[in-house]
């Protein structure tokens, strides 16, 4: 794995050049970051570990606490690397002829005195948020003769300059969640001339920690801390130090039923600081509370706002007085006890009003507490489920506090702002689900959103003004690793990553996790990984409607089939020390989809409880046997006990055989199916372009108008079909189940057959109705138009969006002849 000796910095924290005028494309960052690591020292750089001796590492003692964390995580690193641990040193009179020096600019006097007499040049992230630098100074001190300076503009942004220095030493951030190993060196030297990060894409930038009931509670309290049987400090210690390295710095902890209240235990709240990680709480949980453990009805009354006002008003006073003094981005509002609709207000008028007081009343103990004026505390708005339909019937929402637009729980943001919401001081953000508990299905078990739609869909909301705040929902972290990876180093700069992110973040992710002799064929695997669970996660498999027609059940699960044999043929030739990682990160998910969709579509009874089994067998391996048992009780293979991953029914395997038994119609007639990735023509209005998004869609590719942001109608793809005779057709368009991308703007499009009258297409769909709960679980969206008349010969559609935000998948011309399936038929000539 990574590095490489010499290498240069190899790690997707996407770090710009002082003074360069633009990030560069994600292959040149990679590869001309001014950060060099090698096993022989070179002219100008600091010998980490040299002659069976380790540098020291200086850390102000009156820095703040989480520069010492990231020092002795950074001395710990390096223990791993090369076998030497490096002294962690206060007394800066003392240190090693070549040294590390790590501070903050305002906190550390020995990184102001370099400052100060011109040895540093720090002026490029003086006062900007999270900012760092990295270089090395000649005779900084006395004693000294080269020191690595590792500055931070506050106290995250030197605690990410230390975790940038660890990953580029070879060891992944997922190196205690995942098992993923480093590469030993038997000495280990760095150079680098003044590399300088600036401030991050998404200023918060974090995760929810959530349906914790059957994997993450469940491993804290049995396995990793058992003293408190629950998710407790040393638990949130490891989930923070983890955010850091990722170059995260917020978290919604957990809070169902199974898991006490965040702040049961006084020592969370003081680990969260100490790791200077930003404390919030979900769209439920108003003012850092948690509902479910903390409001005592027998001792509180209802929780009614109308009836019970001064009792819940107390309660969010007494926790922004306990926690104030901390760092914290507070949610305001109120909805049910969880994950329900506020009680008490009958009209629509009532819980306007309500809310509205709410506000007023919360930003009170703020300023009471926190600071004098309400706007110079971060706030956030969440409008998730029945307060989105408030805040579009009127809520008034103060215009310091973020908008954190949601999606609909299964990858499509459902709103963001419009052109005069993007103008508010208080700017907008995206709370994100790559885990859920709810309808129409879950999909708590896998990691199943493809990069391709979290790029998409972050994309285009960060282009409509949601960068304040990220947050995506992680379940349990584990197995969902992949996926917070990514998220993350998005939310971190997201410049770098564009259409083709899907296979640009794989390759570079497996390189950097397992090196780059197997990185591409890992990264093959994962992506054909995501492609196959597009259409439908095994979760929701029971929903699915896959067919023998044009092949499609028999040609799906080839493509598993063929999908573990790579996974295993990579698993057998990885070494020792790297199969435990790429267990947990790649072949569980890889066998337990493909083991899922044997169950639901094998139609054989024996084959689908051999294929159940195999699940049982494989989480007790993860759980049992994987890192000696370290996530014992991690893995359930059934949360929530769905209908999709029980013990199979023997009569509903039976009826899924007699339809597999069914002869299905001939392939080739009455049909024209067309990929909309390849039109033969196509038209962008200036400042936009047309952009293949590859692993995106039912089909495996999509296409879409980028960057998008208001509307326009001067786009234009055009597909040329020829036909042999006369007949009627109907077009059928397959597309992502997107929402309008804003309260102005809709999701509609015309199809015009050659010049004709223009047919329009609405896929806009309200939130939980059965139009909504088909196009999420099949992953799209499809419109059926009115029969048209159609003569011999050549012929050409025009494929206009009217609203931005559209991204189309498949096209397919219907003369009568087109079958039932559940991601239509594959592609086909252009001649019928």
Not at 783 to 789: E, N, Y
């Amino acid at each position: 794995m990574k590095p490489h000796l010499p290498i240069l910095l190899a790690v997707s924290a996407l770090i710009s050049v002082a003074n360069a005028q633009s990030p560069a494309p994600v292959s040149s960052i990679l590869k001309n970051i001014p950060l060099r690591i090698d096993e022989t020292a070179k002219a100008g750089e600091v010998a980490l570990m040299a002659n069976g001796q380790a540098v020291d590492v200086y850390v102000d003692p009156t820095d703040f606490k989480v520069v010492r964390i990231a020092a002795d995580c950074f001395s710990n690193d390096v223990a791993l690397v090369t076998g030497k641990k490096p002294g962690v040193k206060a007394d800066a009179k003392s240190l090693s002829k070549q040294a590390v020096i790590v501070g903050t600019i305002g906190k550390s006097g020995l990184v102001d005195a370099l400052v100060r007499g011109g040895k540093l040049n720090a002026e490029a992230i003086i006062g900007r948020w999270e900012s760092f630098l990295i270089t090395t100074v000649e005779n900084p001190l006395p004693g000294v003769e080269r020191a690595l300076v590792i500055a931070g503009a506050d106290r995250r942004g030197t605690a990410f300059g230390v975790f940038t220095v660890s990953e580029a030493m070879g060891v992944s951030p997922w190196n205690w969640w995942a098992d993923v190993p480093v590469t030993q060196r038997d000495s280990l030297s760095i150079g680098a001339s003044q590399l300088v990060s600036g401030s991050p894409s998404v200023k918060y930038r974090g995760i929810f920690l959530n349906d914790e009931d059957w994997g993450l509670q469940p491993w804290a309290a049995k396995t990793f801390e058992p003293e408190t049987k629950d998710i407790g400090p040393k638990t949130y210690a490891r989930i923070c130090e983890l955010l850091l390295r990722m170059k995260a710095n917020y978290l919604w902890p957990a809070m169902h039923p199974s898991t006490k209240a965040f702040n049961f235990y006084p020592e969370n709240k003081q680990v969260a600081d100490d790791y200077a990680i930003v404390m919030g709480s979900s769209h439920a949980e108003p003012m850092l509370r948690n509902n479910v453990d903390e409001w005592d009805k027998k001792t509180m009354g209802e929780w009614d706002y109308t009836k019970n006002r001064e009792r819940v008003l107390k309660y969010w006073d007494d926790r922004v007085a306990s926690n104030g003094k901390f760092e914290n981005l507070y949610t305001l509002g109120m909805r049910g006890i969880h994950d329900s609709a506020m009680v008490g207000q009958q009209s629509v008028e009532e819980r306007i009003s309500a809310m509205e007081d709410i506000f007023k009343q919360q930003r009170g103990m703020l300023e009471k507490y926190v600071d004098p004026k309400a706007s110079n505390v971060p706030q956030v708005f969440v409008p998730y489920k029945e307060v989105l339909d408030l805040y579009r019937k009127g809520l008034k929402v103060p215009d310091d506090v973020t908008l954190v637009w949601v999606d609909d729980n299964h990858g499509y943001v459902r709103q963001l702002s419009n052109p005069t919401e993007r103008k508010r001081s208080g700017g907008g953000g995206v709370y994100y689900h790559l885990s859920y508990w709810g309808a129409p299905e879950d999909y708590l078990w896998l990691d199943t959103i493809p990069p391709a739609l979290v790029w998409e869909e972050m994309r285009k909301s960060y282009d409509n003004g949601a960068d304040r705040v990220w947050v995506v929902n992680v379940g349990d972290i584990k197995p969902g690793e992949v996926g917070m990876d990514f998220f993350l180093r998005m939310a971190w700069d997201i410049s770098p990553w564009k259409e083709n992110a899907q296979q640009t973040f794989l390759v570079d992710w497996a390189d950097r996790t397992f090196g780059d002799a197997h990185a591409k064929a890992i990264a093959a695997v994962l992506d054909e990984y995501y492609r196959l669970n597009f259409p439908s996660k095994p979760e929701h498999l029971h929903l699915a409607k896959f067919t023998r027609n044009y092949g499609e059940i028999d040609e799906r699960l080839k493509r598993f089939s063929t999908l573990v044999e790579k996974a295993n043929a990579i698993w057998g030739v990885l070494p020792a020390e790297q199969k435990d990682a790429f267990y947990e990160l790649v072949l569980y998910r890889v066998r337990g989809s493909a083991l899922a969709n044997r169950i639901h579509l094998s139609g054989d009874f024996n084959e689908a409880m051999k294929a159940y089994d195999g699940i049982q067998e494989e989480t007790a391996h993860y759980n049992e046997k994987v890192a000696g048992g370290k996530w014992r009780h991690m893995l359930s293979s059934n949360p929530r006990s769905r209908p999709a991953l029980k013990k199979p029914d023997a009569k509903k395997v039976a009826e899924t055989k007699a339809a597999l038994k069914a002869k299905p119609p001939a392939p080739s007639g009455g049909y024209i199916s067309l990929e909309a990735e390849k039109p033969a023509r196509l038209k962008a209005p200036q400042g936009t372009s047309w952009k293949v998004i590859p692993g995106l869609g039912v089909s495996g590719d999509s296409i879409a108008l980028l960057p998008v942001k208001d509307a326009s109608k001067e786009g234009v793809l055009e597909y040329d079909f020829e036909l042999t005779k006369d007949a009627e057709m109907k077009v059928v368009i397959y597309s992502l189940p997107t929402h309008p991308v804003h309260s102005e703007a809709g999701a509609r499009y015309d199809v015009v057959i050659d010049g004709g009258k223009e047919q329009t297409f609405d896929i806009a769909t309200g939130e939980y109705s059965k139009n909504w709960s088909h196009n999420v679980v099949r992953g799209s969206s499809i419109q059926i138009g009115a029969p048209v008349a159609m003569t011999k010969g050549k012929h050409t559609l025009k494929l206009r969006p009217l609203d931005p935000g559209l991204v189309f998948d498949k096209i397919v011309l219907d003369f009568g002849g087109l079958q039932p399936t559940h991601t239509g038929p594959p592609a086909t000539s252009a001649k019928w």
